[in-house]
């Protein structure tokens, strides 16, 4: 069983930025694919990024194109998320996942229901 926890988040000023982390424990994250979703109160866990286990292919949501940028350190057994150039409407909770399946060839996978392992989320907030 894997253990996510978020960090980073907090309050920014438009066009700031922040760095998201997501550490595991219990588990190694080397092999498995990683995916950052948002969700604000009474709406659906979108996806915004995820990464594949090798680290080749990313994805990344129409919104977030060119602002964020999501990477892996399987060293520190951490993935991150840049956030560049961040919006008001970027202010919601951050979640980090993790599934169960691993050295997966391909793109991530970029469902909610595709991921088991979920972190608590961390709040950034972009004042405007």
């Known amino acids: 069983q894997v253990q996510l926890e978020e960090s980073g988040g907090g309050l920014v000023q438009a066009g700031g930025s922040l760095r998201l982390s997501c550490a595991a424990s219990g588990r190694t994250l080397s092999g498995y694919a990683v995916g950052w979703f948002r969700q604000a109160p009474g709406k659906e866990r979108d996806i915004v990024s995820a990464i594949s286990w090798s680290g080749s292919s990313t994805f990344y949501a129409d919104s977030v194109k060119g602002r964020f940028t999501i990477s892996r350190d399987n060293a520190k057994n951490t993935v991150y998320l840049q956030m560049n150039s961040l919006k008001p409407e970027d202010t919601v909770v951050y979640y980090c996942?993790?599934?169960?399946?691993?050295?997966?060839?391909?793109?991530?996978?970029?469902?909610?229901?595709?991921?088991?392992?979920w972190g608590l989320g961390t709040q950034v907030t972009v004042s405007s």
């Open positions: 996942a993790t599934n169960g399946e691993r050295f997966v060839l391909g793109s991530p996978p970029t469902r909610a229901n595709e991921y088991q392992f």
